[in-house]
């Protein structure tokens, strides 16, 4: 596993070919509900890392451009898309090559749920809300 950007920003611990960009704890970002969603990786280097969905619609892929960058060689670069609303939320796969999963199936496009796991490349993600 390569690295992790966040929010596009640069900063924070690096080393090598990874890096963790804007990981330092923060307010976390309440839904209506009072709860806020968020992705955490479960494996690797940066597994425990919280990231909390502030945008309507957040992009995952390697490019350094993705609100969520995930540096690895099966990742695309605009590699999928989670889109929230009235407090549903949506994973779509870009069409990349590689393909995003949920739970181990494969999908192109889905409503999330709590506890979702999340494969992207070599990345796995526990979705919460």
């Not at 070919?17 to 976390?28: E, F, I, M, Q």
């Amino acid at each position: 596993m390569k690295g992790v950007v966040v929010s596009g920003k640069r900063g924070g611990r690096r080393g090598g070919n990874s890096a963790v960009l804007d990981a330092k704890p923060r307010k976390r970002a309440k839904r209506a509900n009072g709860r806020s969603a968020a992705l955490t990786i479960t494996n690797g280097c940066f597994a425990g890392l919280e990231i909390i969905l502030k945008k309507r619609n957040t992009t995952l892929g390697c490019a350094v451009s993705c609100d969520i960058c995930l540096d690895h060689a099966f990742v695309a670069d605009e590699h999928a898309i989670i889109r929230s609303s009235n407090g549903v939320y949506m994973i779509e796969d870009l069409n990349s090559r590689h393909g995003t999963s949920v739970n181990g199936e494969e999908v192109h496009k889905r409503a999330l749920k709590r506890g979702d796991r999340i494969l992207i490349g070599m990345f796995e993600l526990r979705f919460s809300c």
